[in-house]
């Protein structure tokens, strides 16, 4: 039957061609006596964008912020006592 996509648009296809015998402008060793496969192994397509930028992205990614900060506790702790004055929690059930 009818069908109507009112918020969809068409998105365009990717046309992403590389040449068969396409070598590309690198200057290759001489002396190097890998097999014709492993050069090829983690290549891709020239035009392809995408896994450009995924590449890249994954090259720059930063580990080493992964720890939990103070500022973000004193964040959780004031949300905390917050929650607990909305919900009228008596805090002297703690002392003695």
């Known amino acids: 039957m009818f069908k109507a996509n009112l918020f969809k648009l068409n998105r365009n296809k990717r046309y992403n061609y590389t040449p068969r015998y396409y070598e590309g402008k690198t200057i290759e060793n001489l002396y190097d006596f890998d ?48 929650f607990l004055f909305i919900i009228d929690f008596d805090l002297s059930i703690f002392s003695s």
């Open 35 to 82: 097999s014709k496969f492993n050069k090829y192994r983690e290549t891709y397509n020239a035009n392809d964008l995408g896994k450009q930028w995924g590449d890249a992205r994954l090259e720059s990614r930063n580990r080493a912020n992964r720890k939990v900060t103070p500022t973000l506790l004193i964040i959780i702790a004031v949300l905390t006592l917050i």
